[in-house]
């Protein structure tokens, strides 16, 4: 199943933020070729063995130059960057063939300082680059995402400075990856068509059923109210509001996986259940959106209540008893120039 283009933008974040929190000059996201309908031209690395050793032990250049066993079938495309040098355009690297394509066959991470075998070896630079250190991790990738195949994408990072990565860096980086995994997923169960759901039992069964796939103690219910909705009433009357409303409530459906069940509630509020390790990010692009839509003659300003998964004792979230519980915070639009936007 190909890759949605929009979420080509998240990617982009995702690497944005491991080159911020690494200080990394450059910071690059490979996922497997078969996530992409186009297929750029190829760009190989050099063989690493498959014994090679992972973060914990030392990789030689011999280990990188020597020839190994031929690598496996398949391979990964640059699906983000961010850098500071000329990158090889819509590059691609074997599975099993370079450093990179090594962590995508054996599904561990490198990391590798001081980095004395050539910026060649990690395979998206046009010209040789002073690298002295690099890290990369894996990206897991269930079977369903890949046709059946168990496969591994790469999120690395590397550094002109020698030791630049700690192990709590790799460790935040691990963590980054498995994000990267769970939105991939999500982005792919979009196949499917979304539309807001009236019945507060359908919405139940289905986060019974996300429970079910992630489990229950990962699932965080966002309650959002639009704040500005009585003001428009005011200034527009009934029908603008409305209009505006459901403009930005459009919008935030293709912001959010359409697994990530969702209901309007009667007074208006609108409750979506969700992965808590995404809660944040969605949360982020949804205030985000909010502020887009916003002008003078309209405006549009929320508030986003969260909550974490009141778990029963069957093992399900509770939702009326989740939203009885206290909220974890509540995110609020911004004052810009003394109105809210």
Known sequence: MPLPIQIREDLRELAKLAATVTESHSSAIFLPTELFQASPAATAGRTLPKGAPGRDEAITLQQVIEPGPDPRSGSIDLAAVHSYSKLVRDARIQVGSGLLGWVADQGRPIHLTPFDVGSGAIGIYTDSQPIRSLVAVPIPMTANQIAGQQAFGVLMCDSLRADAFSNPHVKLLEQLAHYTHRLIFWALCGSQSSQFETSWDHFKQKTLELGDAIGS???????????????LEASGGLSTAVQHSEQFLRLAQQTLPPHFPLVRLPNGDVVIAVDNMMSGFFQQKLQTLAKHLHTPQKPLH???????????????????????????????SSIVGGARA
């Open 302 to 332: 929320i508030t986003i209540h969260s909550y974490a998964a009141k778990i029963a004792t069957n093992g399900q979230c509770n939702l009326d008893a989740t939203l009885q519980q206290k909220p974890l915070n509540a995110k609020s």
């Open 217 to 231: 103690q990962s699932i965080e219910v966002l309650r959002l109210r639009l704040d500005s909705f009585p003001e």
